[in-house]
Each structure stands twice: as C-alpha cells, then as structure tokens.
C-alpha cells in the first residue's frame, strides 16, 4: 500500500543529545516536509523540500537539520541546539503542483 | 503576515446536533484552502479541499465547508454529529504565489456528548 512512515512512534532523547527521525513515502511525490506540533499552537514547518538535493527552512528551523539525498526519504535530525524538542513530530509529502499534503502517523519525542 | 485564523479552541456539541467549526484567512487573492482532522496520537487525514472552483465542497465524513470571499471565510460544518467525530480539526491555507507549502490554523478541538 501506498503511503508514508515515521519511525519510530515513540522516541526518548536524553538532553544534548542528538536524533534523527526517520520518514520515508513510496507515494512517488516531489515535495516533503516536516512539522512539529505542540498543544494549542497547531503545526508550525520546520523544514521543506520540492526537489532532491534541495530544502529549504521554514518557520521554526533552529536546532534542526534535514538532507534529501532521495525521492522516497527526508530524515529530519533534532540537535542539541533545540532547547525544547519535545513534541509531536510530523512528516507529509505532496504531488507536483499541489499543496494538498498526505501525512504519516507522527514521532512523538521526549527528552528525558 | 498572511495567516490563518480558528476560531475557539474548543467546540462542544450534542449528538445529532449541528457541528460548526470556524476559519478565517488573511488576504486578498483567494487562496486553497484545506479541512484536516487529526485522532488522538495519529497524523492528519484530509476531509475537503477548495481550489477555486466550486464554493460549496463535500468531504468525507459528511462534511462540508462554504468559501465565502467576502468574509473571508471558510467555516466547516456537518448537519448532525456523531461520536466518531471528535477529533481536532485543523484548517490549512497555500497562498498563491508563495512557496509550496501550506500554513495551519491552531486547530479546534470537537468534543461530541450523548
């Protein structure tokens, strides 16, 4: 079936260090992107991409980083320099003009 | 900034009663506008798009949404509701002309009681 997955679910961190967050589509779509989620403040972009080889910050990109090295993945790594990253991470994928956006299950981080 | 506004946070409403779940844009070209709902631990699933065609859109789940340029508004509604559909609600927008992403509202969150 076609379709995105995070991996994992659930992911504990102990401060300073970092982590990466898997996300992988087999949809076929050209862009991805990466949101975090926290109670009351909806989802805010981290990071997005259109094309491989190619991404770009979006609104909340400090103690972030991302590669796109292939279609099917966009692993986002959650540094040390994120003060709070505990949260609710989700990854999405679109078709080429579109901004209809499909969603995986969610990472759910907690730094301990 | 062009943003996209929900009203309350929280909606509470009987079962079979009529669920009306608010959102607002900023500005003025009409962009694509999106209804996600989103369960408990899970990722968002899409109940309705407008993409500038026909101003009353149909979605899954009994849905339905009415763009309304003059208000700027793009309100979610569904004539009766059942308890399967508490969940958070998000709206979305792409404004034209900008990069292709799109930006979220802060979610209304539908409580269903018997």
């Known amino acids: 079936d076609g379709g995105i997955t995070q991996s994992p679910k659930y992911l504990f961190r102990k401060e300073g260090q970092n982590v990466t967050l898997s996300c992988e589509q087999n949809l076929n779509h050209d862009a991805m992107y990466w949101y975090r989620q926290d109670p009351g403040q909806g989802l805010r972009l981290i990071y997005y991409s259109q094309i491989v080889n190619d991404f770009q910050k979006g609104d909340i990109a400090e103690g972030y980083s991302v590669s796109r090295e292939k279609k099917e993945s966009f692993p986002l790594t959650v540094t040390s320099a994120q003060k709070n990253p505990t949260a609710f991470y989700l990854c999405?994928?679109?078709?080429?003009?579109?901004?209809?956006?499909?969603f995986g299950q969610g990472t759910r981080l907690t730094v301990v | 900034a062009q943003s996209v506004t929900q009203l309350g946070s929280h909606v509470s409403v009987s079962e079979g009663a009529l669920v009306l779940l608010r959102c607002n844009y900023s500005s003025s070209v009409p962009p694509y506008l999106f209804w996600y709902v989103q369960y408990p631990n899970q990722g968002l699933q899409l109940l309705l798009k407008?993409?500038?065609?026909?101003?009353l859109v149909k979605g899954i789940n009994g849905f339905e949404a009415e763009f309304k340029k003059s208000e700027t508004s793009f309100h979610l509604t569904k004539p009766s509701a059942h308890m399967s559909d508490a969940a958070e609600y998000f709206c979305?927008?792409?404004?034209?002309?900008?990069?292709?992403?799109?930006?979220f509202g802060t979610g209304t969150r539908l409580q269903v009681t018997l």
């Open positions: 407008y993409t500038s065609a026909a101003t």
């Open positions: 979305a927008v792409h404004y034209t002309g900008t990069a292709s992403k799109l930006t």
């Open positions: 999405a994928s679109s078709p080429q003009g579109t901004t209809e956006a499909f």
